[in-house]
Nanobody, 125 residues
Framework: QVQLVESGGGLVQAGGSLSLSCAAS????????MAWFRQAPGKEREFAAA????????HYADSVKGRFTISRDNAKNTVYLQMNSLKPEDTAVYYC??????????????????WGQGTQVTVSS
């Protein structure tokens, strides 16, 4: 069973930056797309960003567009999320997700069949 292992969360002041990483446990794992979702306290989990593995086409939620950048390293089977200009409302547990099947919509959580354990990001005001 492939595992997604996240790292890089932490505490940062508003306006600061953090970078998250998510590595697949098996080098032979071949995903169609990988994504980052987040869940703030008391709220439902929401889509943040996604990247198609072969083409590197990216998709972003409006709330993070222009501030977050998703990228991937094929050799390391790792996806990254660079978060800049962080705001207190970005505080959440960030989850990495992957799917091996083509997606009609990158923001639909139920279409992802692999999930990481989550990493906490806290942005202080």
């Amino acid at each position: 069973q492939v595992q997604l292992v996240e790292s890089g969360g932490g505490l940062v002041q508003a306006g600061g930056s953090l970078s998250l990483s998510c590595a697949a446990s098996e080098r032979t794992f071949s995903s169609y797309a990988m994504a980052w979702f987040r869940q703030a306290p008391g709220k439902e989990r929401e889509f943040a960003a996604a990247i198609r593995w072969t083409s590197a086409n990216t998709h972003y939620a409006d709330s993070v567009k222009g501030r977050f950048t998703i990228s991937r390293d094929n050799a390391k089977n790792t996806v990254y999320l660079q978060m800049n200009s962080l705001k207190p409302e970005d505080t959440a547990v960030y989850y990495c997700a992957a799917t091996t099947k083509p997606l009609p919509y990158y923001s639909t959580q139920s279409l992802y069949n692999y999930w990481g354990q989550g990493t906490q990001v806290t942005v202080s005001s």
